[in-house]
């Protein structure tokens, strides 16, 4: 008769994981269900995943037991398990060699199945959308392809594409004919050094970690937090679109200027309302543009990208051109003529004769005069000097309002000087920086005048003359403020970490690079503009003198267009730039859901793109455009630039100076001296280029920044100002109390847990050295002890425990609280204070006590059955908890290794505190110098070599430097030596039971004899078996009604007791007695794991400094605590400094920054 083994699965849900995928497996796959044993039967089973229903599916088929071993529905058992292969089968629910612990594998899962969840983390959707919402396991993802940009195609040319722009084209050679060479060279330099300070900040912030795309609003948003994030985000949102209208005002300038001046709608005859009707030129033309532009991106931003190589090549080819044309220039330098009145320049636009000067001589055809001689009859023909006639010029025309030479000029200036001409280019070769090295800075209406000292007094000059003007009040701070914007962009490579290769060495090396490269063309093109071109043309800033045509065309080689030209299409693509990357912008801050009233801003197409923000970025785009001045709206955004990068500068110090345990960046070329230096440069920069508009600014930010404080969203994003408020009082407290501390601000806030002797003098002091060597002065440590006793009789010995705990704490400079707690039973005082313990957010969240040592001779139980009641109790309260073994063998403060390991064997995942606890130890000089090492185990079915790739790319994006090693525990049979000690642990179990039960009956008989009248008082008072011991002792109460305990029976009976142990061990008929009670299953597979871990541990650390390995929790059943503890013993054998790392059941540590 066939018979069906029946057994139940129950599922357990996973926990969401970083990096989890569709495509990965589940990381429950091996504990995602419990299987239900009978004591003395053993259950064939298999399984598979299902990607589909990512669940179990149980099945009969070729793993189902054999018939002929299968009587009335059980399954028989082999006659021994030694050397027994199917009396377990290999497929068997939990891992042989993880039996230890199996009770937690539905919440601490095995590191291979974690591995595999993590191997594709690095596929994650890149974008400005927060990741931890991306790594929900159930969603479904499209499978991306491998990101493969590298340094120079992924940060370097797009930061150079950036970087460039409308003000080199346009106002660079203005900004240095004004300020002279020096001072256009220290605004370069001041401005530069921003940037590179701040691309400094950017990297160690990029490279902590995995930053999604989303540029500094993402970096700032965590680590500054969601308010200061929104408030810098949305300034950085406002700077990127005006940054777009300034880039279509200056392709309109271009474009009205230099290439198609007859297009101009409005024309004004009036020489003073010409300046108003290109205002109007420019709003007309720019709207148009935007327009243009804004379809262009909404079609798709596809074609901006393929545009992106084109503008590219004309920003680099006219760059070229500008150095090729200066080089030339030393030898023949261009023909550009100035036409100069005394010292005043002339508009070539009113010369329409091309004579510079007030009159011309025009000569007449030569007259013939013919005569005859009447006496020698013949004819003469004399030649008549030709007439030369003086004629007034067009600018004689122009500045005397007549034509006649004898008109009398009401133009002093005219009447006193001449016209001259002189090269607007003199040439590499002719010294001219000489008189370019300073200043000459103008009032709005002023005549440009050549010279550097020009004349002190100017009288004011009619617009009606030619001479070439100051457009505005020109001054140092000014062009700071015009200037800065030409070397902002240094955010391109951060945008773009979703498609590199390497983001944490290509955003560092790529930005950096970028600026070098453009400060030394900044810096190159101040002197080669200085020494090539003569001031009063340097100082013409639309190039009136050199007959329209572009000041930094003239210098360029071969042709001027080359650089109207290419300036033309680099700033229509820097503007597409812009209206692409501010509407992404918009649209990450909306999705954040942070500003409420922007969450309109957050939908888009189907496929993602950003409508709703591109509507929204035209039209305050529009309204820079209605400016219609290029001068001033630099300004405008230079503010909004300045003040991110002022707090990208604030995020990288805090987090540097906090010392946080998540801020481990890969580029270490930062210090927050650094950081700050670029803070007060950029705080500076932003007062003395516009301080009405900083001020506005900030109110602008500040508003936000209230507004998200008490209206926005609550969100937790690790960030660097929740960890500050950790050291403040009353309000970080009530800060703190708003929710639970995120990841990346985790770190152990340590509980530790000292016994004094009768002398109140610490047993083990060593356990506050490992404190301080990993707290290394940072966050909360709280030293705790219990005395016994009734609090109102020992107030006193509490405070001298108090006080000797602090005497120690000062010794071995660890800084925190004391905690002494009076109650009746230690393990009920234990208990208390790990509840009560702390203030608000200032709790304990690690729990560190000391190993019972000799507990195996003790008789009396309560020192162990104290340890593993808070082992319970820390992990009800999902508190880690950290064990350190043999502590009187750890260094002390002043012990430290030159070299050395620290070995972190990490069984099962329960948080990450493993990998977090060595990054610690080695911030302390005593571990500092040791290396990691991580062994992780590998089963039969595990692939070791995929695990190990894995392994080393986790770590790598953790940012930890540690060897990697993969054991693998290939499925042997369970050992002879097993199961005899095994036995040998449950007999004595047995016999101290039993002992332990003698002792207290004969106590409690005693106590009876002295007062019957006493029935409740029968145990000694603060003993710790009472909780263990009720069923004994109401047996014992029972046999007391019927007999009298005497001192003889009492050790007769444990003289009969050992000596049946002892003959039970020693006879052959005894061992194979021994083997015929055969120990419970239970009990021998975890003491296999636990002897097979011992042996490969010891294989591979037994040189260690020190070996992490995760703690097993304590049974389920109390009964089994004795063995709990041997377990324990046989898996440390042999070590000699152990720590035991159990988690409190959270993440502590991440791959995000």
């Known amino acids: 008769m066939a018979s069906s083994v029946r057994f139940t699965v129950t599922p357990t849900k996973a926990e969401d994981l970083p990096g989890a995928s569709d495509t990965s497996p589940d990381l429950s796959s091996r504990s995602s269900g419990k299987v239900r044993f009978g004591s003395r039967e053993s259950v064939y089973r298999s399984e598979a995943y299902s990607e589909a229903s990512g669940g179990l599916t149980t099945y009969a088929g070729a793993d189902s037991p054999d018939p002929s071993s299968v009587e009335h529905g059980d399954v028989k058992l082999s006659s021994t398990y030694i050397n027994n292969s199917h009396s377990v089968d290999d497929d068997d629910f939990y891992d ?36 931890e919402e991306a790594e929900i396991i159930g969603g479904k ?29 346009l106002r660079l050679t203005w900004v240095v004919g004004t300020a002279g060479v020096l001072q256009a060279l220290f605004i370069v330099f001041t401005c530069c050094c921003c940037t590179l300070l701040t691309a400094i900040s950017m990297s160690a912030i990029a490279t902590n970690g995995v930053v999604p795309a989303g540029g500094s609003y993402f970096m700032i948003s965590r680590s500054l937090g969601p308010e200061f994030g929104g408030a810098v985000g949305s300034c950085f949102y406002l700077g990127t679109t005006f940054a777009g209208s300034m880039y279509i005002l200056g392709a309109i300038e271009i474009l009205l200027m230099y290439i198609v001046p007859k297009a101009a709608i409005f024309v004004s005859t009036n020489p003073d309302d010409e300046a108003a009707a290109m205002l109007n030129n420019m709003r007309v033309y720019g709207s148009i543009f935007l327009v243009l532009m804004s379809l262009l991106v909404f079609v798709g931003v596809k074609y901006v990208n393929k545009l992106a190589s084109l503008f590219l090549a004309c920003v680099i080819i006219s760059i070229l051109s500008i150095y090729t044309g200066a ?10 003529p100035v036409c100069m009145l005394g010292n005043r320049s002339i508009s070539q636009h009113v010369i329409n004769d091309n004579r510079c000067a007030k009159t011309m001589l025009i000569q007449r055809a030569p007259a013939v005069n013919i005569s005859t001689n009447d006496t020698m009859n013949s004819t003469e023909t004399q030649t008549v000097p030709p007439l030369t006639v003086e004629k007034a010029t067009d600018l004689w025309k122009h500045f005397c309002n007549s034509s006649d030479l004898n008109a009398v000029c ?71 403020g015009i200037f800065f914007p030409s070397v902002t962009g240094i955010m391109a490579g951060s945008n773009r970490s979703g498609d590199l290769k390497d ?31 003569e001031g009063v043309v340097l100082r013409d800033k639309f190039g009136d003198s050199v007959k329209g045509n572009l000041v930094v065309g003239t210098l360029s080689w071969p042709s001027p267009w080359v650089i109207v030209i290419g300036s033309f299409f680099s700033t229509c693509g820097a503007g597409l730039q812009s209206l692409t990357g501010a509407p992404r912008l918009l649209q990450a801050i909306a999705k954040d859901n942070i500003i409420p009233f922007l969450r309109v801003f957050g939908h888009g197409k189907a496929n993602g793109e950003p409508t709703w923000a591109l509507l929204l970025t035209a039209v305050l785009a529009e309204l820079g455009i209605l400016i219609a001045s290029l001068d001033l709206v630099a300004p405008i955004l230079s503010m909004f630039f300045l003040m991110c990068y002022l707090f990208v500068n604030l995020a990288c110090a805090l987090q540097t100076l906090l010392r946080t345990p998540n801020w481990r960046p890969r580029f270490s070329y930062y210090h927050w001296t650094l950081s700050f230096l670029g803070m007060i440069i950029c705080l500076a920069l932003m ?54 501390p995120h990841t990346k601000n985790w770190r152990p806030q340590l509980l530790v847990l000292l016994k004094l002797d009768e002398d109140a003098h610490v047993k083990s002091p060593r356990l506050l050295t490992f404190a ?22 020992t107030y006193g010995e509490a405070l001298a425990a108090e006080q000797t705990l602090r005497h120690l704490m000062e010794k071995e400079r ?125 089963q039969m079915e595990d692939n070791s070599i995929q695990m190990k790739k894995d392994l080393a790319t986790f770590l790598y994006h953790l940012r930890i430097d540690a060897e990697v090693e993969v054991v693998e525990m290939h499925d042997s049979d369970i050992s002879a030596y097993t199961y005899e000690r095994t036995l040998m642990m449950e007999q004595r179990s047995q016999m101290l039971r039993q002992m332990r039960l003698s002792k207290s009956d004969r106590e409690k008989e005693a106590q009876l004899v002295k007062d019957r009248n006493s029935m409740l008082r029968l145990t000694s008072i603060g003993s710790d078996d009472d909780d263990e011991t009720d069923g004994a002792e109401k047996s014992a109460e029972n046999r007391r009604v019927h007999m009298t305990w005497t001192k003889e029976k009492a050790l007769q009976m444990i003289t009969n007791t050992q000596t049946n142990a002892a003959s039970c061990c020693s006879t052959p008929e005894g061992f194979r007695d021994m083997l015929n009670i055969r120990p419970d299953h239970s009990n021998v597979r975890r003491m296999h794991t636990a002897v097979k871990l011992n042996e490969v541990i010891v294989n591979k650390s037994h040189d260690a400094r020190l070996v992490l390995l995760n703690m097993p929790g304590p049974p389920r059943n109390p009964e089994g605590d004795e063995n709990y503890m041997e377990f324990l013993e046989v898996l440390t054998e042999g070590l000699e400094r152990v720590l035991l790392v159990r988690g409190g059941g959270s993440e502590v540590i991440t791959i995000y920054s």
């Open 327 to 336: 080089l030339v220039s030393a030898f023949s330098p261009p023909d550009f």
């Open 410 to 480: 009401n133009n002093e200036y005219f009447v006193q000087n001449n016209f001259t001409q002189i090269q607007g280019i003199p040439g590499l070769a002719s010294g001219v920086i000489t008189e370019n090295i300073w200043s000459s800075y103008s009032s709005k209406g002023d005549v440009l005048e050549r010279g550097p000292h020009p004349s002190a007094h100017r009288p004011t000059v009619s617009n009606h003359y030619s001479y070439v003007f100051a457009d505005i009040t020109t001054s140092f701070t000014l062009l700071i």
């Open 503 to 533: 983001a944490q060495r290509s955003i560092p090396i790529g930005t950096i690079l970028a600026i070098l490269t453009t400060s030394l063309v900044y810096l190159s093109c101040v002197l080669l503009f200085g020494a090539c071109i």
């Open 814 to 938: 660890v800084k925190g609280f004391v905690q002494c707690i009076v109650a009746q039973k230690p393990r009920e005082g234990i208990s208390h204070m790990i509840q009560s313990s702390g203030l608000g957010g200032m709790r304990h969240n690690t729990v560190v006590m000391g190993w019972p040592q000799a507990w195996r001779q003790s008789e009396d139980p309560q020192s162990w059955k104290t340890f593993i009641n808070t082992v319970r109790v820390t992990t009800t309260a999902h508190l880690a908890l950290l064990v350190p073994k043999n502590i009187s063998l750890f260094p002390s403060n002043n012990e430290v290794f030159t070299e050395g390991y620290i070995d972190v064997w990490w069984i099962v995942h329960d948080g990450g505190m493993l990998m977090l606890l060595p990054f610690l130890l080695k911030q302390h000089k005593v571990w500092r110098k040791c290396s990691m090492r991580i062994f992780t185990v590998a």
């Open 772 to 793: 301080c060597q990993l707290k290394a002065g940072k966050g909360l440590t709280i030293v705790g002890t219990v005395i016994p006793g009734n609090f109102l009789q």
């Open 141 to 169: 993802r499209k499978p991306s392809k491998s990101p493969q940009m590298g340094t120079f195609m992924g940060v370097y040319l797009p930061c150079l594409q950036n970087i460039f722009g409308v003000i080199l084209f």
């Open 687 to 740: 007062f003395i280029s516009s301080w009405y508009y900083a001020i506005v600014a900030m109110v602008i930010a500040g508003m936000i920044y209230k507004y998200i404080e008490y209206h926005g969203a609550e969100k937790e994003w690790g960030d660097g100002i929740r960890g500050l408020s950790l050291s403040a009082a009353r309000f970080a407290l009530l800060r703190l109390e708003e929710g639970p």
């Open 96 to 131: 042989r060699n993880l039996a230890l612990f199996e009770e937690e594998m539905d919440t601490r899962p095995k590191v291979s199945s974690l591995l595999s969840r993590l191997a594709n983390y690095t596929n994650l959707t890149q974008g400005a959308k927060e990741h």
